[in-house]
Structures are given as C-alpha cells and as structure tokens.
C-alpha cells in the first residue's frame, strides 16, 4: 500500500482534552495525591543515604468549605521559573521525566499531575519559592487555553514559605465534590498512598476547620500473625533471564494475621501505592487461586516494585503492551509462585482460629437459648395442657427490703385462705401483670449450654447430641460445613441456611430435654409436640436475624 500523504494530528482543544483525562482520577483524594506527590518529589535534592531527609519536610493540606478551596503546602526545594513554566508547557515532557536518570526515586512521569484539579475545580494556583530566589506564581484555569506567569509583589502576594517551599490552592470546588471530601478518609488515603514515605522524616497534616488529623504509617510488626518476606530478583524475560542488583527488585512485605484486619494488600511503586492486589485485573489474571487469597480477610502488607514496571496514565495499573508485557509477565509469575505460602499460611490462621470462633458462636447461641428457656418456664407456670394456671412449685411473692433475693412468701394451705409470711430464698420473675413469682433456689438446675465439637464425622453420623447439660453440635457435618458461607480460604459466615440449621438442631434436642423434665410428653400429642418444635425454630431464628451474613470471625466482639 502506498502512502501518498502524512497528515500530522494536531489538538486544538486541549483545555478540553486535558479536562477528560483528569476525570480518570475519579476522585477528588486520588487527585490530591498529585500534589502531595509533588512535595515529595520537591524534596529528593536533600534525601540522604540514610534513607531520610537532610531536615524535616512538612506538608500542610487545609480544606476551607467557606471558600470552596483546598491548599497543600509544603517546605520542601521549591520550582525555579522554567519548571514552574513546565507544567504549563511541557506536557508529557516533564521536568521529573528529565530528571529521572539522576534521581530514580522521582515518581512523575507525564507531566499531568499538575492538571488533576480539572476533574472537580476550577482554578490552580501555585506560589513557589527556591532558597535564595523570590517567589513566582502559576495561575491555570481549566477554560482558559493560556496559563498565567504572575510576579508576586509585597505582603499581599507573600504566602510565607520561609526559605523555600510551594503553595498549591486548588480553587472554586465544585460544591458536591467538596461536600462528600471527609478529613477521615482523605487522612487514610494519604496514609495507604505514601505509607513507605511516611516512614522517614515527615509530617502531613489534614485540616478541616476546626479538626486536624496528623497522618501516621501503618505498623505491621504490632501486628500478630505469619510473615512472608522477601526481595525477588530475578524473572523470566521472555526466554531470557533477568537479574538484577540486590535492593533493586520486587520487595514483598505480606502479612498474614491472626486476627481479621480490614487493610488488604497492595501494590506501591517508589513507595507510591498503585492499586489493591485483588484489584489489579492485570495481575490477578496471572494468578491460580484469584481472590481467595489476595483478598482475603487474614491478609495484609505490600509488594514494591522499584523501577521494575511503570505505571499506567492513572496509576492505578502497570503497563502492558509492546515493550511492557514481557518484563510485566516474568515478574507476575514470580509473584505468583508465593500463592502457594501464603494459602497454606491463611489455612493455618483459620484451624488456630476456627476453635475460638465457635465458642464466641456457642457463646450467643447459649444466651439465646436460656432467653427462650425463661420465655417457656414463664409459659408454662400459668398453663397446663387445659389452659388454666398452672403453679407448680411457684408462689407468689412480695419483695424484702432488707435483702437481696430475699422475699415474704405467702403460702395458701388448704381450702381455706390460711396465710403464713415466711424468708426463704428465691429468685423472682414478673408475670404479664407485674405480680412476682417466686421459686426457691436450691430446686433451680443449671441451664442448657451449647457447644460445638470440631472432630471429624462421617455423613451418616448425627448432627448434634446432648450430655450433662450441653448440647452438642458436630461443626465438621456436612451439613454443616455446607451451609457455613465458607468456600476453600472464603470468611465463614452465619448464612441463612445456617441459621435455620442451627434452630432445628438445637430445637430437637432442647425440646426433647425440656419435655423430659417438665414430665410433658406423655400429656402432649404428636401435633402438639411437632407445632412446638417449629415455634421454636421461628423464635431462634428470629433471635438471629442480626447475625445473618455477619462473619463468624466476628462474634467474639458481641459477647460480653
């Protein structure tokens, strides 16, 4: 085919354009992270060998509703004129670009991140000052297809950035964005974002009127449970093997815990978090047990990647493509081949566990059960199987002022209304119209526990038994294990078909004890005895409606 003309593309909107790609950052705090991201970057001339920085860098972000504006500051190297010019002009030939070669810990690569104001405000302001230098200003508006070079003159202009330092104030926010930006979740972006930054010399503060919030690293060595940890230097490249310099590789710092943890792992690039492992479509793909383990409650931690792989345009993926995909693959499989550790590590977490998750569930169960049993006692002392009172060994009483647990008991003799006041002990329950019955303690019994027992059972084998006041349930009975919401490395959950199993496990064996006692099953028909059963489970279940989908691992924190 002949080529008979080459047309150069040319842009001619491109405030439009620039405004669309910032729409990539999907949110106002992702986009924040540019700016910040540029303090950092701001500070490289003076980060030592020590891994940290010759003073301490502060970075002040302040949200001001009454002005619809947000400013980060920080005290950092400052722009000179032609980087400051740069973001402007320089698009997709960023100063940090040219830089890199020298300083390989500089994070930006396209030049953009100046415009990420563009997805939610209207203007960006930038004040900077060099050590030495005066202080120099940018004014971007996102209509405007001209940037504004600005010389700052007197007190009115100085934004005090001491001997050196950049002022950013992102300005006319559009009102919806800036309603739904919390302090809270703004602190703990930052906090997961530059987590292996926040680890040297530095302070970020989050202000939002009357509230300040000082963003800390997250400290996984407080944590228990199982380290996985480990620098990979080598990948398939191709049919080539790449090996590089020790500290230049793929460092992985996994966690997994012995107690669930709300912090999934990440990716981070230059101490930048990337995206979540169990998000990264590109990396999950590659992987043999998805999900079921990189997100997994048990599991937290990063893996840095250096220079190792670059970025996506929004950050939030790594490059794939000619070039990419080669590099990008050998290292996923190395990655990928620590599955394995960390499934059999996340196995073991759950067997230390599962033994202490279902004493806090037989721990409800059993408050559950003993609510009912009183709910029944109560029943059954004004009825018989006619329907009139019945009131066994119950009196009724009035209450004792000098002690506790003490009261006058009446006592009727007879048929006449011979009336005796004598102290005894009792424990005392109101009726449906306040009046106090009463029973001596020495004929009370021990209530019914709950268990569970974790031996193995074949299918045939019951589901549950009861012995010396415990009923028993059998947790490794196929149909229990098959209505628990655990699949392989999965969170066990109280699922509805669990919840039903449990109310008509224990309702058999609660109602046949109960019956047994109270010398009923010979008065009652099998009708009778059936409608009970069922009334039970109904009332159980309805006691557990607010553990339904509630994690197992999760109940300890309801029991008092």
Same mark, same amino acid.
């Given at each position: ?298 599991? &937290? !931690?990063?893996? =840095?990647?250096?220079?190792? *792989? #670059? ?7 790594? $490059?794939?493509? /000619? ?5 990008? &693959? !050998?290292?996923? =499989?190395?990655?990928?081949? *620590? #599955? ?7 196995? $073991?977490?759950? /067997? ?209």
């Amino acid at each position: 085919m002949k080529t008979i003309q080459e047309i150069p593309i040319e842009i001619k909107n491109k405030p439009v354009l620039l405004n669309l790609i910032a729409e990539w950052y999907r949110s106002p705090s992702k986009a924040l992270m540019e700016y910040i991201d540029n303090s950092f970057d701001s500070s490289d001339d003076f980060f030592n060998e020590h891994g940290l920085y010759d003073r301490d860098v502060k970075i002040e972000i302040e949200i001001n509703r009454i002005e619809h504006k947000i400013t980060i500051k920080d005290n950092c190297e400052g722009m000179n004129l032609e980087v400051l010019k740069g973001l402007a002009d320089n698009i997709n030939d960023s100063e940090k670009k040219r830089r890199e070669q020298k300083r390989p810990w500089v994070n930006g690569q396209f030049g953009l991140g100046a415009h990420a104001f563009r997805f939610f405000a209207q203007k960006l302001m930038i004040f900077s000052k060099q050590k030495g230098g005066n202080q120099i200003a940018l004014l971007i508006d996102r209509d405007n297809p001209n940037a504004e070079l600005k010389q700052c003159e007197g007190e009115i202009d100085d934004k005090n950035l001491g001997n050196s330092g950049t002022l950013v104030e992102i300005i006319d926010i559009d009102k919806t964005h800036l309603k739904n930006l919390k302090p809270d979740e703004l602190k703990n972006e930052i906090e997961t974002y530059f987590e292996m930054l926040l680890r040297r010399n530095v302070e970020i503060t989050v202000r939002d009127d009357d509230i300040k919030a000082i963003c800390t690293p997250f400290n996984y060595d407080e944590i228990n449970g199982i380290d996985i940890k480990k620098e990979i230097v080598t990948w398939r490249y191709g049919t080539s093997t790449v090996t590089v310099a020790e500290n230049n590789g793929i460092k992985v710092n996994l966690k997994i815990c012995a107690n669930q943890i709300n912090r999934p792992p990440f990716f981070s690039r230059k101490g930048r978090k990337i995206n979540y492992i169990a998000n990264l479509s590109s990396f999950i793909s590659k992987t043999r047990h998805r999900k079921k383990v990189w997100e997994n409650y048990y599991l &937290t !931690g990063y893996i =840095e990647v250096g220079n190792n *792989l #670059e970025p996506v345009l929004a950050r939030d993926d790594f $490059k794939g493509g /000619k070039g990419f995909s080669l590099k990008r &693959t !050998g290292i996923y =499989e190395e990655i990928v081949k *620590l #599955e394995d550790e960390i499934h059999d590590a996340i196995e $073991k977490i759950n /067997k230390d566990r599962s033994d202490e998750n279902l004493k806090s569930l037989a721990s409800v169960l059993t408050t559950f059960l003993t609510e009912i049993s009183k709910e029944d006692e109560i029943k059954l002392r004004y009825e018989n199987k006619s329907g009139k009172e019945n009131k066994g060994e119950w009196v009724k009483v009035s209450p004792n002022e000098d002690a506790e647990e003490l009261y006058k008991v009446t006592k009727k003799n007879g048929k006449k209304p011979h009336q005796k006041e004598e102290k005894r002990i009792i424990k005392a329950t109101p009726d449906n119209n306040s009046d106090l019955f009463g029973q001596k303690t020495e004929n009370e019994k021990e209530g019914i526990r709950i268990d569970f027992n974790t031996l193995q059972v074949e299918a045939s084998d019951k589901r549950s038994a009861y012995g010396d006041g415990v009923i028993t349930i059998f947790a490794n009975h196929p149909d229990f294990i098959s209505r628990r919401g655990n699949n392989d490395l999965e969170q066990a959950k109280i699922t509805p078909r669990l919840s039903t199993y449990l109310a008509a496990v224990i309702s058999s064996e609660y109602k046949a004890v109960f019956y047994q006692q109270k010398k009923l099953e010979p008065q009652l028909s099998s009708k009778k005895i059936l409608e009970e059963q069922i009334d039970f489970i109904f009332r159980f279940e309805q006691k557990m409606k607010d553990l339904i989908n509630q994690p197992i691992d999760s109940l300890g924190n309801i029991v008092n």
